[in-house]
């Protein structure tokens, strides 16, 4: 595969890259890109490169869009989701390069370092009495974003005896309480109590200018802010005023509303410190982020999951191994489903019952409609696009999840099973995947052992305990004997060898259902002389995305 690395990483990034993929480290114009994007299966950029709905068009051949850095605001993700193209980014790489660069600039900006470097070095001035500063001990320092930088922020305040309030809506009460910092409900209430200001949330359409005149308003005279988040989060022009006016003491800025900006009202003031986006300027940092970028892209074209991307349903990290030990099986199942009752389904319902409905399940639902839709539209629906995909089918795709399980099925007296029963317990985590369409509503019940392999437990209704392989023969018929013996043969005069079998019936004589495993796939036209030999038009050929048993 070839990969296009349109801005400057790491050697490091650049030699992983190489060990499996042809690459081209080329800087391009925006027509540049347009033209050469079709040869390339990934794109990795860093802030400069704008890539836009445009160029993911033309990039028919793309797989993933790599950001070497924090932000993603230069990449059209929307218009990626929907064409599949995973987004990947390296938010912790310049977690301590920026976390540093902040504090640099706060103690520059509180004893006056720059100016008074520029005084003595450049002028020749030795001026003790007009670079008097403030200390930082005893002093208040508030944060907006108490994230990975945010964090690592308010351990250096602590560090110099500083006391740390926070906003962050997102951020539970023992997070802070573990990082000795008091949450404050608003920003509001927060700026009138602090003496520094740090900024560390994330840039959206909503943080946009999020300390403009009237939050500067509420702030001491004495107060200093700093910016090492995005440019534009404060507004300069109401920053410029209030510094120049008095109500305001100082302030120092890594990021501005528009880069590069080597001209600004604000240049102008002694009481600010600028510098030109160097949070993530350190050899550390670039190494990782070189380093980080290139393992998520390679990631993404072997075909694995990266569930740090962008553009997929975020999972908590302390739900991340859950959800991701159940990935296979969620795709396992709606590719069962999808091949074992063909037709026009009209509506996908995911539940979820025990441990696994604690944690958020998108991303399993995501999964599911993969293997479903995969099986009609082939290797193209991922686990970004599958929703899109969904809704261009008209397919009503729901979730739901409950801690309680429901019954699993009738055993084969008839008899409900209840969810306790077998070797189910109430910690066990099912994933239920029903399709409901013109031909009538079918499912399918999955859930893991304690080994990791998957089991389906329950099929339309009836109870079974399999394990499911790569290739299967489903057969829905009236029980009769006889039954097993023919397709035995049938199967056995093509040399396909049966590698398990699973039976099970409502009631003696009534609808059963019949599941074998098979070594190989079984061709279409020993599907259809079953159907026509057995008289069951309903044997369908399943081939899982899942590996041969050995």
């Known amino acids: 595969m070839k990969i296009l690395?349109?801005?400057?990483?790491?050697?490091?990034?650049?030699?992983?890259?190489?060990?499996?993929?042809?690459?081209?480290?080329?800087?391009?114009?925006?027509?540049?890109?347009?033209?050469i994007i079709p040869e390339y299966d990934a794109l990795i950029t860093r802030s400069e490169t704008k890539v836009t709905a445009e160029v993911l068009a033309r990039g028919t051949r793309l797989k993933v869009v790599g950001r070497a850095g924090v932000g993603v605001d230069n990449i059209d993700v929307a218009a990626a989701t929907e064409r599949g193209v995973v987004v990947v980014n390296v938010p912790g790489a310049n977690t301590y390069?920026?976390?540093?660069?902040?504090?640099?600039?706060?103690?520059?900006?509180?004893?006056?370092?720059?100016q008074a470097h520029h005084a003595l070095a450049r002028e020749g001035r030795w001026d003790r009495k007009t670079f008097v500063g403030t200390e930082l001990h005893g002093k208040t320092l508030g944060i907006i974003g108490l994230g990975r930088i945010g964090s690592e922020v308010a351990v250096r305040a602590r560090a110099f005896g500083m006391k740390v309030l926070a906003y962050d809506p997102y951020v539970p009460a023992s997070r802070a309480e573990h990082l000795g910092v008091t949450l404050v409900p608003t920003i509001p209430e927060l700026l009138p109590q602090v003496d520094f200001l740090s900024i560390h949330a994330a840039k959206t359409p909503e943080s946009a200018r999020l300390i403009g005149a009237a939050e500067l308003a509420l702030m001491k005279p004495t107060a200093r802010i700093v910016n090492c988040a995005r440019g534009g989060m404060v507004d300069e022009e109401a920053l410029y005023e209030a510094l120049k006016e008095g109500r305001l003491a100082g302030a120092a800025l890594d990021v501005f509303t528009s880069e590069p900006c080597t001209d600004s009202p604000l240049f102008a003031l002694s009481n600010v410190v600028v510098t030109p986006h160097l949070s993530a300027s350190t050899a550390e940092a670039q190494d990782a982020n070189g380093r980080?970028?290139?393992?998520?892209v390679l990631r993404v074209l072997r075909g694995e999951l990266v569930p740090e991307a962008v553009n997929l349903p975020q999972v908590p990290r302390d739900g991340a191994q859950v959800v991701t030990d159940h990935l296979p099986l969620a795709e396992t199942l709606g590719s069962f489903l999808a091949q074992a009752f063909p037709g026009q389904a009209e509506a996908i319902t995911v539940t979820y019952s025990g441990e696994l409905a604690k944690h958020p399940t998108a991303l399993l639902t995501n999964t599911v409609l993969k293997g479903y839709l995969a099986t009609q539209l082939g290797d193209h629906v991922n686990y970004i696009n599958s929703p899109s995909l969904a809704r261009r089918r008209g397919l009503a795709v729901h979730e739901s999840r409950s801690l309680a399980h429901a019954p699993l099925g009738e055993n084969g007296n008839g008899d409900r099973l209840a969810a306790a029963a077998g070797t189910l317990s109430p910690e066990a985590s099912l994933i239920t995947v029903r399709s409901e369409g013109p031909q009538g509503a079918h499912q399918v019940t999955g859930m893991l052992r304690r080994d990791g392999g998957m089991r389906f437990v329950a099929v339309d209704g009836l109870h079974i305990d399999m394990a499911p392989s790569r290739h299967m023969l489903v057969s829905q018929h009236r029980d009769q004997p006889g039954m097993v013996g023919r397709f035995g043969m049938a199967l056995a005069a093509r040399d396909i060898n049966i590698a398990g079998l699973h039976l099970a019936r409502h009631e003696p004589r009534g609808e059963a259902l019949m599941l074998l495993q098979i070594d190989e796939p079984a061709p279409p036209d020993l599907v259809a002389e079953l159907r026509t030999a057995m008289a069951v038009p309903t044997v369908q050929a399943v081939t899982l995305p899942i590996a041969d048993r050995a």
């Not at 114009?29 to 033209?35: D, G, N, Q, R, V």
């Not at 706060?106 to 720059?114: D, E, Q």
């Open 5 to 35: 690395v349109t801005e400057a990483i790491s050697e490091t990034g650049i030699s992983l890259l190489k060990a499996e993929h042809e690459v081209d480290v080329r800087k391009v114009s925006p027509a540049e890109l347009l033209e």
């Open 97 to 114: 390069s920026t976390a540093e660069q902040a504090f640099g600039l706060l103690i520059a900006v509180a004893r006056n370092i720059p």
């Open 292 to 296: 980080y970028i290139a393992q998520y």
